[in-house]
């Protein structure tokens, strides 16, 4: 993903455009239609389903675009085992304190073009997983034409960067368990989420993996954000990342439709891979949940 520091701030916009593709390369989408009822086996007409096969349901019930789902939106991606968020730790997180989010939302807002991104379809709250194994929180706003990612401070109320990804430009959405490589001495996620890729198979370079500041990987990882794992938000749409998955796909088959007919998004269900070999750093960094802002008894960082 190629990223542009603003010339009159610090906000990173990365997109990619037709006309001037990110860091001189040129990245070709693909497209996904699904403009017919379901086929047998549950699977979507115009979706290319690969991978050692999964146990993910795809008939489970579906939800409207917002805040709160009508129906249940129990998680189709695993969660981590054991996790139970009370609300006075949830409280702990300031984009969870009355309306921070929605009022971060509205600032994320003013960055938006009407001819890129057209209108907003979801907005979430979403853990963001980098290439060295770190978690931090995102703002995710997912529209007709992109989807916008953004870090946003919420204790200065700030936005600090962000990132643009148009949809048509998405290649491959992977569900399923995160994992580490065979000699990895990370201990298991034992949890999943969702990776969305525009490399067309083309792995990053050994200066991209082993720059803990490389912005221009092309793909970005998400999770749950850690307030889903508290009884009270198991149904609330903003921090599933399951929601954003479904949504995300839906979003991608009417933007490719229009930018690229005839053409296939392939979705891959089982494990997706986290090169990370023995990072102690990331494991005190997540554990710390240092990549969120929070009220840590008294210090706010």
């Given at each position: 993903?190629?990223?542009?520091?603003?010339?009159?701030?610090?906000?990173?916009?990365?997109?990619?455009?037709?006309?001037?593709?990110?860091?001189?390369?040129?990245?070709?989408?693909?497209?996904?239609?699904?403009?017919?009822?379901?086929t047998?086996?549950?699977?979507?007409?115009?979706?290319?389903?690969?991978?050692?096969?999964?146990?993910?349901?795809?008939?489970?019930?579906?939800?409207?675009?917002?805040?709160?789902?009508?129906?249940?939106?129990?998680?189709?991606?695993?969660?981590?085992?054991?996790?139970?968020?009370?609300?006075?730790?949830?409280?702990?997180?300031?984009?969870?304190?009355?309306?921070?989010?929605?009022?971060?939302?509205?600032?994320?807002k003013e960055?938006?073009?009407?001819?890129?991104?057209g209108?907003?379809?979801?907005?979430?709250?979403?853990?963001?997983?980098?290439?060295?194994?770190?978690?931090?929180?995102?703002?995710?706003?997912?529209?007709?034409?992109?989807?916008?990612?953004?870090?946003?401070?919420?204790?200065?109320n700030?936005?600090?960067?962000?990132?643009?990804?148009?949809?048509?430009?998405?290649?491959?959405?992977a569900?399923?368990?995160?994992?580490?490589?065979?000699?990895?001495?990370?201990?298991?996620?034992?949890?999943?989420?969702?990776?969305?890729?525009?490399?067309?198979?083309?792995?990053?370079?050994?200066?991209?993996?082993?720059?803990?500041?490389?912005?221009?990987?092309?793909?970005?990882?998400?999770?749950?954000?850690?307030?889903?794992?508290?009884?009270?938000?198991?149904?609330?749409?903003?921090?599933?990342?399951?929601?954003?998955?479904?949504?995300?796909?839906?979003?991608?088959?009417?933007c490719?439709?229009?930018?690229?007919?005839?053409?296939?998004?392939?979705?891959?269900e089982?494990?997706?891979?986290?090169?990370?070999?023995?990072?102690?750093?990331?494991?005190?960094?997540?554990?710390?949940?240092?990549?969120?802002?929070?009220?840590?008894?008294?210090?706010?960082?």
């Amino acid at each position: 993903m190629a990223d542009g520091t603003h010339s009159q701030s610090n906000f990173v916009d990365e997109h990619l455009d037709d006309d001037k593709p990110p860091g001189g390369k040129e990245f070709k989408g693909a497209t996904l239609q699904i403009d017919a009822p379901s086929t047998q086996n549950g699977e979507e007409p115009g979706v290319g389903y690969a991978g050692p096969g999964s146990n993910f349901n795809r008939n489970r019930p579906g939800s409207v675009i917002g805040r709160q789902s009508v129906r249940s939106t129990s998680s189709r991606t695993s969660m981590r085992p054991g996790v139970i968020k009370t609300e006075r730790m949830s409280d702990q997180y300031f984009s969870y304190k009355e309306s921070n989010f929605d009022k971060a939302v509205d600032i994320c807002k003013e960055v938006m073009k009407e001819d890129l991104d057209g209108k907003i379809l979801g907005k979430y709250l979403l853990t963001e997983i980098d290439h060295w194994n770190n978690e931090r929180e995102k703002i995710v706003l997912l529209t007709e034409g992109s989807i916008l990612v953004f870090k946003y401070n919420f204790i200065l109320n700030k936005l600090e960067e962000w990132r643009r990804l148009l949809l048509h430009m998405v290649d491959h959405i992977a569900i399923g368990d995160f994992k580490y490589p065979d000699k990895s001495l990370m201990p298991d996620r034992e949890h999943g989420g969702i990776q969305i890729r525009w490399n067309k198979n083309e792995e990053p370079g050994w200066a991209q993996k082993w720059n803990p500041f490389c912005t221009t990987l092309p793909y970005m990882t998400f999770s749950h954000h850690p307030v889903l794992y508290n009884p009270k938000e198991n149904e609330t749409v903003t921090y599933n990342v399951d929601e954003f998955y479904e949504h995300l796909v839906q979003a991608v088959s009417e933007c490719y439709k229009k930018k690229r007919p005839g053409e296939k998004v392939t979705i891959l269900e089982g494990p997706i891979l986290i090169e990370s070999y023995a990072s102690l750093s990331s494991l005190i960094y997540n554990q710390s949940g240092l990549g969120f802002f929070m009220d840590r008894n008294g210090i706010c960082f």
